[in-house]
T-cell receptor, first 115, second 115 residues
């Protein structure tokens, strides 16, 4: 149990376009999901907390208009990188906690490359 | 506030020898502590967690960690390294045992296992 999936696993897009990344909890409902960004050989940086049915909470320094988060159902959160630029290229990972557990389970990640 | 320091960015061991990954934390609360492993281009997998029930915690794949409050440490060990243990390891702290808490990540320790 407690499986989190992400789609796509890899995506290449052109500069100026938008790309959507999906995060799904496959066998549990998650009122809260988290989105992280990881640069090569670095640790994970929390970008935002995604709350089902309400606005996401963004960490300081993360542009909410650039990284749009939608958590429309208890099993799906999406991250849309708008007007992507090469510096947005990174590994994006989501996580969720199956209630009543508090430990987080992570998705396999999405490698975004902006050309 | 909470923070996590992984004292070694890289650890190199020979196959069959012990592995020690060091982690120190600070937290204003009675924290929950985790160790996660990440293989290249993959998401994070939970190795073990400390929840205040026992100070010596056994995890998957032969790993264990000992919580030492007096030293604010949560070091990860394995008696005999295997080639498949080569990966990045993250020590993580959560302020409490509640779902939806933000995690704070250490900088990571990259483990190299030599044949």
């Amino acid at each position: 149990g407690a499986v989190v999936s992400q789609h796509p696993s890899r995506v290449i897009c052109k500069s100026g376009t938008s790309v959507k990344i999906e995060c799904r909890s496959l066998d549990f409902q998650a009122t809260t999901m988290f989105w992280y960004r990881q640069f090569p050989k670095q640790s994970l940086m929390l970008m935002a907390t995604s709350n089902e049915g309400s606005k996401a909470t963004y960490e300081q320094g993360v542009e909410k208009d650039k990284f749009l988060i939608n958590h429309a159902s208890l099993t799906l959160s999406t991250l849309t990188v708008t007007s992507a630029h090469p510096e947005d290229s990174s590994f994006y990972i989501c996580s969720a906690s199956p209630p009543p557990s508090y430990e987080q389970y992570f998705g396999p990640g999405t490698r975004l490359t902006v050309t | 506030a909470q923070s996590v320091t992984q004292l070694d960015s890289h650890v190199s061991v020979s196959e069959g020898t012990p592995v020690l990954l060091r982690c120190n934390y600070s937290s204003s609360y009675s924290p929950s502590l985790f160790w996660y492993v990440q293989h290249p281009n993959k998401g994070l997998q939970l190795l073990l967690k400390y929840t205040s029930a026992a100070t010596l915690v056994k995890g998957i794949n032969g790993f264990e960690a000992e919580f030492k409050k007096s030293e604010t440490s949560f070091h990860l060990t394995k008696p005999s390294a295997h080639m498949s243990d080569a990966a990045e390891y993250f020590c993580v702290v959560s302020p409490s045992k509640a779902a939806g808490n933000k995690l704070t990540f250490g900088g990571g320790t990259r483990v190299l296992v030599k044949p």
